[in-house]
């Protein structure tokens, strides 16, 4: 009776982190509305929180398996869909999909790479701050170049350039104070069931 309680009380606190996730990527999306100026360049306001989206994914791999963030991952891109297309539906606007696609394809692309490199780190590794840093620069770069090379249709002019080292100079910045709560260490639930069903079989 207790296992089956802590069994639903896991699945609900997973959730959790999933709904989590998905509020963090759909509110990066209403971010990218809003603009600000950095040298020659303009940027949106979303840069500054898409490090948290592949924090939260961490989360969710260190404490509850590849699993569970597989699912996350999944579940968080429909979600992002489904908002962005009801909210321009819902203001009358032309649904233009081209960089909508490249936005969730660069979201998709950054967070599975994301998931196989860090699931590689955490549990073979003592996870190495400065390779945890480049682990979160090289997949927002991943992320980035995707998403703008859609809504560039493709054409990579100097702008193009200078924006994406902008943002990913911004993001690493961010990414410097994520990785020192990154690197502590959680034995992952997933783990320890596996640990106490060998126990039980012995």
Known sequence: MSSKRNKQEEKIESWVYVLLLSAMAIFTWVLGNFDFPFGKVTLTVAILFYPFLYFISNIITKKYGVKETMMAIAYSTLMLLLFAVG?????????????LTG???????????????YYYLYMNTLL???ILFLNYVFVLLVHHFIAM????RMVLL??????????????????????????????PKVYKKLVKEEEESK
Request: hydrophobic share 60%.
């Open 158 to 187: 100097n702008d193009f350039w200078r924006g994406l080292l902008a943002i990913v100079l911004i993001e690493a910045i961010i990414v410097i104070g994520l990785v020192f709560f990154d690197t502590k260490k959680i034995e």
């Open 103 to 117: 936005e969730l394809f660069g979201y998709l692309m950054g967070q599975f790479i994301n998931l196989a490199i």
């Open 149 to 152: 090379i859609f809504a560039s």
């Open 87 to 99: 909210m321009m539906f819902l203001t009358g606007q032309e649904i233009d999909y081209i960089p």
């Open 128 to 130: 190495n701050k400065f």
